[in-house]
C-alpha cells in the first residue's frame, strides 16, 4: 500500500482537549488491575468528547478506585448521578462499570500539569465535574460567564421566596 503524503494529518492528532465543557459518552468501562497486586482493581472509564459545537474532541480516561478519600468518593458519587444511577445501598465497582457503559454524562475538562507532559482530566475542584448530560448547555454557559455576567445573573435571579410576609415580626411562627 503505497502512502499517500498529501493526505497525512499536518496537525498532531493527539492534541489535549481544551479545559471546557464536554458532552462525554462513556465507549468503555473495565475493571482493571493496577501494578500493586495487593491493592484492588479499579474502575477504568474511557470518554469520548463532544465540544459546544458537536465536534469531536478526542477520548479521556479516567479512573474511579475503591477508597476511603472523601474526594475518590464524591467523584465516583457524581459519576453515578450523572449516569442517572440511584445512590441507594451498596454497589461494587465492577457492577458500576456495567451500569455506566454507552451513557452520556457532561464532564468539566482541565489539564493536570503536574508530570512533564501535561495530560486532561475531569476538574472536580472547580465545580462538580460530572453532570447529567441535560444541564449541558447551563453548565456550558455557567463555565462560559465572566465575573460581570456571573454577578448579574445571580442578582437577577427572583429571591421574592426570602421576603418576610409585612406585618411579621421575629416571634411570628410560619
Known amino acids: 500500500m503505497a502512502i499517500n503524503f498529501d493526505s497525512l494529518p499536518k496537525s498532531n492528532p493527539f492534541a489535549l482537549p481544551e479545559p471546557d465543557v464536554y458532552k462525554a459518552k462513556i465507549v468503555e468501562a473495565s475493571m482493571k488491575q493496577g501494578k500493586d497486586a495487593s491493592k484492588p482493581p479499579y ?40 449516569c442517572g444511577i440511584p445512590l441507594q445501598g451498596s454497589m461494587e465497582l465492577a457492577d458500576i462499570a456495567k451500569l455506566v457503559m454507552n451513557k452520556e454524562i457532561v ?3 482541565n489539564h493536570d500539569k503536574k508530570s512533564d507532559q ?38 437577577q435571579q427572583d429571591t421574592s421566596f426570602m421576603n418576610v410576609p409585612e406585618g411579621a415580626d421575629e416571634e411570628t411562627e410560619f
Open 118 to 155: 501535561p495530560r486532561a482530566q475531569v476538574d472536580i475542584f472547580t465545580r462538580e465535574g460530572y453532570y447529567p448530560i441535560g444541564q449541558f448547555e447551563e453548565i456550558y454557559k455557567l463555565a462560559h460567564m465572566n465575573d460581570e455576567q456571573f454577578q448579574q445573573e445571580t442578582t
Open 43 to 82: 474502575l477504568n472509564l474511557k470518554y469520548q468528547l463532544t465540544n459546544h459545537a458537536g465536534k469531536s474532541c478526542g477520548a479521556l480516561f479516567d479512573i474511579m478506585a475503591e477508597s476511603e478519600s472523601s474526594v475518590v468518593q464524591y467523584k465516583i458519587g457524581r459519576v453515578v448521578q450523572a
Open 107 to 109: 464532564i468539566d475538562v
